[in-house]
């Protein structure tokens, strides 16, 4: 961040007058950053690269004489298959390797497949973008270094969120940055920092301590402080990141989709994921829940492509049953909403349905933090009240400091619109009162931009120079 982040920018902003070449700077630092991160792997991302560049063509010219469906087979069939090896190959060799040694036969060795950090990302901007050629929503790009900047893009590439070809297709080619929506990107940029290193961080240090306790140790108060922190950990880790690609986009140009609309606010599960990893959900959506049929045929069927799509969704997160048990959970409840009885509670007063939603996302989240089964069930039972621990090991006192309280109110404070809502009454003012307010609301974009940023800005340096707890919760992805 502090030496190849303003090296690009100088590069690229030397360049404003050339347009392929900032291209050409833009790429070449996507793949210098991927592989810095990944070595040599990066050479999986170049087939992907070279393989979607050729099969976009192949598809659209197949369309012009015939159904192109046997192409776009192909095309995604290639795609599975790479995310199948390099992620969930372990998977299913450990899975075979207990059913072989429960009939006696001998195991299957082939030591670890490493995952390379973001093919998930990647390839879901692939499948995409041959999707959305298929159905004739977009031509290919017949610039092989072009498909390959929308493919490595690296404010985006290993934390999402995920872009659509037909979103930027535009921008790769043409797009300007004024002073206006280069500091827009600076303030969002550093906003995500901030909710990243100064929230995520700092809570997700006694989250990662008390999911460390062993069972027979864990108390029930311990066990709710652990996932109330891990459940603003992920939002604001993920959150942060997805601000900070935004961020960088505007700074380079790109507008991308807003990924995050204050999930936490939500009444029903169903609204939650509106809410919550948007390119994810709708990506699924369009992809896979419309494409089996959606609620077009009937309602045994739509209950069926929600849960076939949870759980899926649940594996691309991760190549372990509790990630699938993750997404079975929500595709549970996204199913029982639709019921009556779960209708009534969702529709019902604010604040129990505020409360169900929670407790539904908050007990998910056990699975998606633990690192076995086991583990989950277990600390699932405490949360209930059937803790075992004594509090005399491992008590709150270990983990609730004055800077973990002091930043958890922060952050439930921060999952609320809370400030959207400020800025909202501000600008109803404005719009009433022409002259003094308008004198105040410049005075309150100086501030927060030549002072509030500058200070949370510094903070994190500090805090990332200390070397304190920086966890990057999304290398399974």
């Not at 082939?110 to 995952?115: M, N, T, Y």
Request: charged share 15%.
């Amino acid at each position: 961040m502090f030496y190849f982040l303003p090296v690009v920018l100088a590069l690229y902003f030397s360049c404003v007058s050339f347009g392929r070449l900032r291209n050409w700077i833009l790429l070449a630092a996507s793949l210098f950053f991927y592989t810095w991160g990944e070595g040599e792997y990066v050479v999986i991302m170049l087939l992907s690269i070279v393989a979607n560049y050729a099969f976009g063509i192949w598809v659209h010219k197949a369309h012009e004489r015939s159904d192109a469906k046997r192409q776009v087979a192909v095309a995604i069939a290639f795609n599975l298959i790479l995310l199948v090896i390099f992620k969930y190959t372990n998977f299913i060799v450990a899975n075979l390797n207990t059913l072989l040694g429960q009939v006696g036969l001998p195991v299957i060795s082939i030591g670890q497949v490493h995952l390379p950090i973001g093919i998930s990302f990647f390839t879901f901007h692939c499948i995409s973008y041959i999707m959305d050629i298929y159905r004739r929503q977009t031509p290919p790009q017949m610039s092989l270094p072009n498909t390959a900047l929308y493919i490595s893009l690296f404010p985006q590439l290993v934390a999402g969120p995920i872009i659509r070809y037909k979103d930027i297709a535009a921008q790769i080619t043409h797009r300007i940055v004024g002073i206006e929506r280069f500091s827009k990107g600076i303030n969002r940029f550093v906003i995500g920092l901030g909710k990243k290193v100064l929230i995520a961080n700092v809570v997700g240090l006694p989250a990662d301590k008390i999911f460390a306790i062993p069972a027979e140790h864990l108390t029930t108060p311990v066990a709710w402080l652990g996932i109330v922190c891990y459940t603003l950990q992920i939002y604001f880790d993920f959150s942060g990141y997805s601000d900070m690609a935004i961020g960088l986009g505007h700074m380079f140009g790109f507008k991308f989709m807003e990924n995050f609309n204050y999930p936490y606010v939500s009444r029903s599960i169903q609204e939650f994921w509106r809410r919550w990893h948007i390119s994810l959900s709708t990506w699924f959506r369009d992809y896979l829940y419309i494409p089996l049929g959606g609620n077009r045929a009937g309602k045994a069927r739509m209950y069926f492509n929600l849960v076939m799509v949870f759980f899926l969704c649940g594996l691309w997160h991760g190549a372990s049953w509790n990630f699938v048990i993750w997404g079975m959970f929500h595709g549970l409840f996204s199913v029982l909403e639709r019921f009556s009885l779960f209708k009534r509670l969702t529709q019902g007063p604010r604040l129990f349905a505020h409360a169900y939603t929670l407790l539904v996302v908050m007990v998910a989240w056990v699975f998606f933090r633990a690192e076995t089964l086991p583990v989950a069930l277990n600390y699932i039972k405490a949360m209930a009240g059937f803790a075992q621990g004594s509090g005399v090991e491992w008590h709150m006192g270990l983990f609730l400091n004055p800077k973990v309280g002091i930043v958890l109110a922060l952050a439930a404070i921060g999952a609320t619109p809370l400030v959207p809502w400020i800025r909202e009454l501000r600008e109803r003012l404005l719009a009433v009162r022409r002259f003094g307010p308008v004198a105040l609301d410049d005075g309150v974009e100086a501030v927060v931009s030549l002072v509030v940023m500058p200070a949370v800005f510094v903070l994190c340096a500090m805090s990332l120079a200390s070397g304190t707890h920086n966890p990057f919760i999304y290398f399974q992805f």
